[in-house]
C-alpha cells in the first residue's frame, strides 16, 4: 500500500517506490506554471513533454547515483567530482535561484489574491510590487522567530492548493465542453505543435526547465528504498506521468476558456476559475477558490523559506566561504542575517512589477532568471557525475544510474540550449526592446549566479571558518 514503511531484519527503516513517486510529485508539481503554457493551448503537451524526456529524466537519475553514494547535497557531488570552489558555486546558484523564485511566486500570490478583492488589481504593478515585499518581510519575521507551528503547511499544500483547485478545475472544463460550448483554443491535431515564428518559438520551452527542477533533492532518498535498482525507476515514471498530468491538463483546461490574448502569466488560474464560475452562475465560489491557493502558497513559502540558505550557510562556515556577518545566527538558531540580506534582493526585485508596466512580462523575466542561475548548478552536476563515475568507479553506490555519461550527455546539452534561448524575448515580452531583454536576463544571472560568489571566493579569509552553535539551523 502507498505511504507503508517496512523494515528489515536489521530495523532498517525503507519507504515504498509509491510514497517516493508521491513525495517527488508533491514538490514538483504545482497549478503556478499552467497559465505560461495555457497560452499554447493543446501544443503546451509537447512543450511540457520535451523537456521532461531532455532534463528530467536525466536529473532524476543521475541526481539519484549521486545522492546514493555521497551525503552533503550538490556541494559534495560538485566538491568531490571538480573541485571545492565549483562545489560553492553549485550549492550558491542552488540558493540564488530562490532570490528570483520569491518574487515570481508572490506575484502569482498577488494576482490570486487580487481575485478575492478587486480583480483588476492582478494587472496593477505597484499592487503586486506591495504585496510582494509585505509577504516576503512577514515571512522573514516569522522564519527569524524559529517557529515550527507552519510546517505542517507544505504536505496539506499538495491537496489544498493543487489536487482539489486541479481536479476541480479539470471537471469543470469538462463539463463546460460537454454542454457544447466551444473551446477558446483550438484542440485539433494541427495545434499539436506551437506555431513556429522564429527562435521566440522555443523560449517557452526554456521556462518548464525550471517547473522540473527540483528532482536532485527528491533524490537524496533514494537510499531509503529496499530494492533501490528496481524500486527507483519504477517510482520516477510514476512521478513523472502525475507531475506531467498536474502541469497539461489543467493548462489544457484553461485554454478551454481563457482567450491566449487575455491570459495573464500570473492570474491566469484565477482567470480560469472566475470564467467558469461565472458560466455556472456560482462566482460566489471564486474568493473561496483565491484563498485556497493562497493559503497553500504561502505555506509552502514558509515552510522552506529558510532552507535553501541553510546549506548554504552551513558550508559557508565550515569552509569560510562567507563573512561572519551572512553566517551569523539569531538566538533562535535561525540565519537571519542571510535572509534579511535576500529580503533586500527580494525588495529591489519586486520593484520591476512597478517599473514594468506589465506584469506578465516581470513575471516572465524572473522566472527566466530563476531557471538561468539554476541551469548553471544543474551542468556542474552533469560534469562531476561523469567524473566521478570514471575517478571513483569503486566507490559504494546505492543505485547506478543506466547510461550515465550518456544521460549526463543529454541533461548538459539541454542546459546549455536552454539557457542560450532564455536570452531570446518570448513573443508575450510584447513591444520591448530585444536588447533590454537581453540586458535585464544577462545582467541578473551574471550579478547573482557568478559575479556575487565570485567575490566570496577571492576575498574570502581564514578567519571566516567558524563552527555553528549547537543547535542552530536545526
Known amino acids: 500500500m502507498a505511504g507503508t514503511v517496512t523494515k528489515s531484519a536489521t530495523a532498517t527503516t525503507y519507504i515504498s517506490w509509491i510514497t517516493l513517486a508521491l513525495m517527488t510529485t508533491s514538490s514538483v508539481a504545482s497549478l503556478r506554471a499552467a497559465p505560461t503554457m495555457a497560452v499554447y493551448g493543446l501544443a503546451c503537451v509537447f512543450l511540457y513533454l520535451l523537456p521532461a524526456l531532455l532534463f528530467l529524466l536525466p536529473t532524476a537519475f543521475v541526481a539519484a547515483e549521486l545522492a546514493s553514494g555521497w551525503t552533503g547535497g550538490v556541494y559534495k557531488w560538485v566538491g568531490e567530482g571538480i573541485s571545492k570552489r565549483m562545489g560553492f558555486l553549485a550549492v550558491w546558484c542552488q540558493f540564488a535561484m530562490t532570490i528570483f523564485y520569491y518574487p515570481s511566486l508572490l506575484a502569482y500570490v498577488a494576482s490570486t489574491f487580487a481575485y478575492i478583492i478587486n480583480p483588476a488589481l492582478a494587472a496593477n504593478g505597484v499592487y503586486v510590487a506591495i504585496v510582494i515585499i509585505t509577504i516576503y518581510w512577514m515571512a522573514v519575521f516569522v522564519s527569524s522567530q524559529g517557529t515550527k507551528t507552519v510546517a505542517g503547511l507544505s504536505s496539506m499544500g499538495l491537496i489544498i492548493g493543487t489536487l482539489i483547485p486541479g481536479a476541480l478545475l479539470v471537471i469543470l472544463g469538462l463539463v463546460f465542453l460537454a454542454q457544447g460550448n466551444a473551446s477558446a483554443a483550438p484542440m485539433d491535431a494541427g495545434h499539436l505543435l506551437p506555431a513556429w515564428t522564429g527562435l521566440a518559438s522555443l523560449v517557452l520551452i526554456v521556462n518548464n526547465f525550471l517547473s522540473y527542477a527540483g528532482m536532485e533533492m527528491n533524490a537524496v532518498h533514494v537510499s531509503s528504498l529496499k530494492d533501490p535498482g528496481k524500486e527507483y525507476p519504477k517510482a520516477m515514471a510514476v512521478a513523472v506521468c502525475l507531475v506531467l498530468a498536474i502541469f497539461i491538463i489543467p493548462a489544457v483546461v484553461i485554454s478551454w476558456v481563457v482567450p491566449s490574448k487575455n491570459l495573464s ?210
Not at 298 to 319: D, V
Not at 394 to 404: E, I, Q
Request: glycine share 12%; aromatic share 12%.
Open 265 to 474: 502569466l500570473t492570474a491566469g488560474v484565477m482567470q480560469a476559475f472566475d470564467g467558469f464560475f461565472q458560466h455556472f452562475h456560482i462566482g460566489f465560489l471564486t474568493p473561496v477558490l483565491g484563498v485556497m491557493l493562497v493559503a497553500a502558497a504561502l505555506g509552502g513559502m514558509l515552510t522552506w523559506l529558510a532552507g535553501p540558505s541553510k546549506g548554504l550557510i552551513a558550508i559557508g562556515r565550515q569552509e569560510g566561504y562567507l563573512p561572519p556577518v551572512l553566517t551569523r545566527v539569531n538566538k533562535h538558531g535561525v540565519q537571519q542575517n542571510m535572509l534579511v540580506a535576500q529580503g533586500v534582493v527580494t525588495t529591489g526585485l519586486a520593484l520591476l512589477y512597478a517599473f514594468i508596466p506589465d506584469v506578465s512580462s516581470a513575471y516572465w523575466i524572473l522566472s527566466v532568471i530563476t531557471t538561468q542561475v539554476y541551469l548553471i548548478m544543474y551542468v556542474l552536476m552533469f560534469i562531476a557525475a561523469i567524473r566521478l563515475r570514471r575517478n571513483q568507479p569503486d566507490h559504494p553506490r546505492g543505485y547506478r544510474a543506466p547510461a550515465l555519461v550518456a544521460l549526463c550527455g543529454l541533461g548538459t546539452a539541454s542546459s546549455i540550449a536552454a539557457f542560450l534561448i532564455g536570452f531570446v524575448p518570448p513573443s508575450q515580452y510584447g513591444s520591448g526592446s530585444a536588447l533590454g531583454y537581453f540586458l535585464i536576463i544577462g545582467l541578473g544571472m551574471g550579478i547573482v549566479g557568478l559575479l556575487i560568489p565570485f567575490l566570496f571566493l577571492k576575498f574570502r579569509k581564514p578567519e571566516w571558518k567558524s563552527e555553528l552553535p549547537e543547535g542552530a539551523l536545526a
